[in-house]
């Protein structure tokens, strides 16, 4: 995705999130290696690889990952929905209405 990080959610540090994304296929990228405009405010190291065993459940449908909303605010709050995922006080958020 790659975003203008103009948005209140960019501007929120939610990039990810944007309200102007646009999926980068769509700009045309089909080769071994893309240069992404504004790459910089949408990657993010993670502390580490997730385990072994918890790849295997998610890859042989064990688990559905997308199933995990333990936090739903409304549209008009959803920097604070994903600052709550950024700081580790829900698991993921799911935008309502």
């Known amino acids: ?16 999130r944007c309200v102007h994304a646009v999926p980068i296929g769509t700009i045309g990228t089909q080769a071994q290696y893309a240069r992404i405009p504004l ?5 993010v190291a993670t502390p580490a690889a997730p385990e072994p065993d918890l ?16 936090l739903t605010p409304p549209l ?6 994903y600052r709550a995922v950024d700081e580790r006080r829900a ?3 799911l935008l309502t209405p």
């Not at 995705?1 to 990810?16: D, F």
């Open 1 to 16: 995705m790659r975003c203008e990080n103009t948005c209140e959610i960019c501007r929120a540090g939610y990039q990810s």
């Open 39 to 43: 790459a910089d405010g949408t990657l």
């Open 76 to 81: 008009e709050e959803a920097a604070e929905g």
């Open 91 to 93: 698991v993921k958020a």
């Open 55 to 70: 790849i295997d459940l998610i890859c042989n449908r064990a688990i559905d990952p997308g199933k995990v909303f333990d």
